[in-house]
């Protein structure tokens, strides 16, 4: 069942995903050559605390860390660890903030240092992807729509959009329906509705849209282990245009 939000409930969303987009916006200005995921981590929680808000994945269905830290081939869940990033990775940050009982979600992928321009092009892709799922997002548009849009743009930029994962509600829940996969035939599922609230996600592989899952039961790695990119938005449909709630940029 798809929960349309009141007016105050979205608002109360809005103050929640804006402690994501701060912290992401921190997290950004701390990232550099030589700390560790781990480091990041600990900077979330504390910025989490200063902000009065908690992890949203945190304990969530045993997840250890505050935030997901997925360095190249890993795509999503990567666990904060001793890895420390080096000049040329690609860093994706996911966080997740419940403030007052609800709650926002939001990724990006950062270069750390110079990377190359075949992980420049794939930045560029999977965040391009992510902006026309969102256009899609518009009452009378169908659930798919945002779908058809992810892959046929990913792919006709000669990527892979990853099946296995996908975007979902949120506002009341960490995870609400409806689930948004990045593929798939536009007009098909629920109609889109004023009040709804999405975690839009694409993640864009360079080779291979297959992955797999690594020993510690929640690394997503890409199965041919060449680079992975993921980037996440929660979105408020309107009358009129889609509103990003976790804007930080």
């Known amino acids: 069942m798809i929960h349309i939000k009141s007016k105050q409930e ?16 921190r997290l950004k200005e701390y990232l550099h050559p030589g700390i560790t995921t781990e480091e990041l981590d600990q900077q979330a929680q504390r910025l989490l605390v200063q902000l009065g808000a908690v992890s949203a994945f945190k304990g969530y269905k045993g997840y250890p860390a505050n935030i997901c830290t997925s360095v190249n081939e890993q795509v999503v869940h990567g666990i904060p660890g001793k890895r420390q990033l080096q000049k040329g990775d690609l860093a994706s940050i996911d966080v997740g903030a419940k403030l007052n009982g609800f709650f926002g979600d939001a990724a990006w992928t950062f ?42 743009y990913v792919e006709s930029q000669g990527f892979s959009v ?3 994962f996908v975007g979902h509600g949120i506002g009341l829940e960490m995870h609400e329906d409806p689930e948004i996969p990045n ?7 629920p109609q889109l509705q004023a009040g709804m609230t999405l975690a839009i996600e694409p993640m864009v592989n360079q080779g291979s849209g297959d992955v797999e899952i690594l ?13 992975s990119a993921h980037f996440e938005h929660t ?3 309107s009358d009129t245009q889609p509103e990003v709630l976790t804007a930080w940029e």
């Open 215 to 227: 020993d510690d039961q929640w690394t997503a790695v890409t199965k041919d282990r060449r680079l």
């Open 111 to 152: 270069p750390v240092g110079e990377v190359s321009p075949q992980a420049l092009k794939l930045l560029a892709v999977a965040e391009q992807a992510l902006r026309i799922g969102i256009d899609q997002a518009k009452p009378g548009n169908h659930l798919s729509d945002i779908s058809y849009a992810i892959q046929t």
């Open 183 to 189: 593929f798939g035939f536009p007009g098909r599922g």
């Open 10 to 25: 979205i608002e109360q969303i809005k103050t929640a995903c804006h402690v994501v987009g701060k912290i992401l916006r």
């Open 235 to 237: 979105i408020c449909i």
């Open 162 to 164: 990853v099946r296995k």
